[in-house]
C-alpha cells in the first residue's frame, strides 16, 4: 500500500517512461482510450501501442483488468485498428475477457452508404481470471409470481408452474451513454479536451472490476475522467498523460473534490445533477 500512495496522482509524462518507473503488478484497474488513427490532434505526441501494451502487461495486477476503449477511423470502410489491438493484447499474454460495446446514444455523425456508427468497442482484458465482478443489476421488466412454462414434451402440451420472476438482472455488455455536456460529463473545462469519454462509463468499469482502495490507472488521462471517477468511488487513482495542458484540465477537475471542507458538499451536488440526467438506459 505504501507503494501505491506514492504512485497517486496526476503526472505529465510519456506513459511508456512513466510504465518502466511503477512496480510491475500494482495496478488493480486501468481504464483507457488511447490516440486511435490520428483522428484527432492531441498536440503532439509519440504513440507506440506495442510499447504500452506491454507496459500494462507488466504493471497489472495478476487478476487486474484493462479497459480498453478504441473505435476505427471510417473512410470509405473502417481501419479495424481496434480488432489487430484485440489481437496483439492476446499475442502478448492478456485474455480477452470480453469484447463490450460503447453505444453512444446521441450521435450525429452520418455516413451516405453506410449505417451511422454509434458505438466503439470496450475490450476488458485480464491477467489470468479478474479478481474483483461486482456486476451491475438492472431491473427486469416482469418480476413476481407468474405461471411459467417449464417442459413442452412431444405431446406438444405446455406445462407451467407458479414461479416467482426475479426483479433484477445482471446487465448486458452493451453499455449506452449520452454524450456532450450533461451526458459526458457536466465540467465545461474538459470539452477543451477533444475527445472526453462519459465519466458514467468509466465510474461503470471502476464498481465492477474494483473495490474501494484499489489502485485504478489511466496511462492516457487526457481530462482526468477515470481519476476523477476513481476518486469519487473512494478508489486510488493514477492519471499519467503526455500532454501538461491536459493534465491541468484533469486537476482543475479534481481540485474541487480535493478541497477538504467542500468535498462532501461537492460530491452530494454532483452525485444529485448526475442522477437527474439520466445518463444511462
Ligand atoms: C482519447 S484521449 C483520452 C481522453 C480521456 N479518456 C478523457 O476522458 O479525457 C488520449 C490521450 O492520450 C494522450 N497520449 C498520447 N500518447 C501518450 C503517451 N505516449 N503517454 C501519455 N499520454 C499520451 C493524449 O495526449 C490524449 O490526451
Known amino acids: 500500500m505504501k507503494t501505491r ?4 496522482g496526476l503526472h505529465t509524462a510519456d506513459c511508456i517512461n512513466f510504465m518502466q518507473s511503477m512496480p510491475a503488478e500494482c495496478v488493480d484497474l486501468t481504464v483507457t ?35 480498453w476503449v478504441v473505435g476505427d477511423r471510417i473512410n470509405g470502410g473502417r481501419s479495424l485498428t481496434s480488432f489487430r489491438q484485440g489481437l496483439h493484447f492476446q499475442k502478448i499474454g492478456f485474455n480477452m475477457h470480453d469484447l463490450m460495446i460503447y453505444r453512444k446514444k446521441n450521435t450525429p455523425f452520418m455516413r451516405s452508404n453506410a449505417y451511422t456508427n454509434c458505438h466503439e468497442f470496450m475490450f476488458v482484458l485480464s491477467k489470468g481470471s479478474p479478481k474483483t465482478f461486482n456486476p451491475i443489476k438492472q431491473a427486469t421488466v416482469r418480476n413476481g409470481f407468474e405461471m411459467v412454462v417449464h417442459n413442452k414434451g412431444p ?18 455488455n452493451i453499455w449506452s451513454y449520452a454524450v456532450g455536456l450533461g451526458g459526458t460529463t457536466s465540467d465545461r473545462v474538459a470539452f477543451q479536451h477533444p475527445a472526453v469519454f462519459p465519466e458514467k462509463l468509466a465510474e461503470d468499469h471502476i464498481r465492477s472490476w ?14 482526468g475522467t477515470t481519476c476523477k ?4 468511488n473512494d ?6 498523460d503526455i500532454s501538461g495542458e491536459y493534465i491541468d484540465i484533469a486537476r482543475q477537475r479534481l481540485r474541487k ?11 452530494i ?3 444529485r445533477e448526475r442522477d437527474t440526467l439520466n445518463m444511462t438506459e
Open 257 to 267: 473534490f480535493k478541497n477538504g471542507e467542500n468535498y462532501l458538499q461537492n460530491a
Open 5 to 8: 500512495a506514492k504512485l497517486n
Open 269 to 271: 451536488e454532483y452525485l
Open 235 to 240: 478508489r486510488e487513482y493514477l492519471g499519467v
Open 210 to 223: 474494483t473495490n474501494p482502495g484499489d489502485l485504478v490507472f489511466d496511462p492516457m488521462c487526457g481530462s
Open 229 to 232: 471517477m476513481a476518486m469519487l
Open 155 to 172: 405431446d406438444g402440451v405446455n406445462r407451467k408452474n407458479l414461479k416467482e420472476l426475479k426483479k433484477e438482472k445482471t446487465r448486458t
Open 33 to 67: 482510450s488511447p490516440p486511435y488513427d490520428s483522428l484527432r490532434d492531441y498536440k503532439g505526441y509519440n504513440f507506440n501501442f506495442e510499447a504500452i501494451a506491454d507496459g500494462l502487461l507488466r504493471v497489472t495486477a495478476k487478476g487486474g483488468v484493462v479497459v
